[in-house]
Nanobody, 121 residues
Framework: QVQLVESGGGLVQAGGSLRLSCAAS????????MGWYRQAPGKQRELVAA???????NYADSVKGRFTISRDNAKNTVYLQMNSLKPEDTAVYYC???????????????WGKGTLVTVSS
């Protein structure tokens, strides 16, 4: 099995910064894409940012220029640096990873339990 554990959420004032981390552990052979999604109250879960194993990135238009996704392949960890936070960034942030386990051979989606980010105005 594979576990994803997020950390770094919390309460911050508008204009502030937070850094989220997500560490994957378990029966991991390799990790393909990793990403961050978020779900605000009453809204659907949406992609925030994603990064491939080779380092290619993709961002939602609403966070471009403010958020940066990165990963440490040696640590099976993905990060999300969030700057210039806005009240509309308030949501539960979920880590996602496409993992090929030691049972292989295909990648499967795994999710963390989420971490709450609250941005006050």
């Amino acid at each position: 099995q594979v576990q994803l554990v997020e950390s770094g959420g919390g309460l911050v004032q508008a204009g502030g910064s937070l850094r989220l981390s997500c560490a994957a552990s378990g029966s991991i052979f390799s990790i393909n894409a990793m990403g961050w999604y978020r779900q605000a109250p009453g809204k659907q879960r949406e992609l925030v940012a994603a990064i491939t194993s080779g380092g290619s990135t993709n961002y939602a238009d609403s966070v471009k220029g403010r958020f940066t996704i990165s990963r440490d392949n040696a640590k099976n960890t993905v990060y999300l640096q969030m700057n210039s936070l806005k009240p509309e960034d308030t949501a539960v942030y979920y880590c996602n990873a496409v993992v090929v386990t030691t049972l292989g051979p295909y990648g499967m989606d795994y999710w963390g339990k989420g971490t709450l980010v609250t941005v006050s105005s």
